[in-house]
């Protein structure tokens, strides 16, 4: 299902459901977690890269996130 809402990047139109946000985000937050767990345990000089890295994947997330907030409200339209 999180390789689907990968794919799904631009599927505006679809229809999903409050699970699947519920699920996809959640996998968000625990890699993002991840990385800030790595940013910890690595030494300062490497640091900024791993900062510069989550702030990527956390803006990568984004789109893929509000589509399928789209999906989602458009399943609630169809009921």
Do not use: H, Q
Request: proline residues 3%; charged residues 10%.
């Amino acid at each position: 299902m999180y390789k689907s809402y990968w794919l799904s990047l631009f599927n505006f139109k679809g229809v999903s459901k409050v699970s699947d946000l519920i699920i996809c985000l959640m996998i968000n937050i625990v890699i993002l977690a991840l990385i800030n767990l790595v940013d910890i345990i690595v030494p300062v000089s490497i640091e900024n890269v791993i900062v510069v890295i989550y702030y990527i994947v956390l803006f990568a997330m984004i789109l893929p996130t509000v589509a399928l907030l789209f999906r989602v409200w458009n399943g609630y339209k169809i009921r």
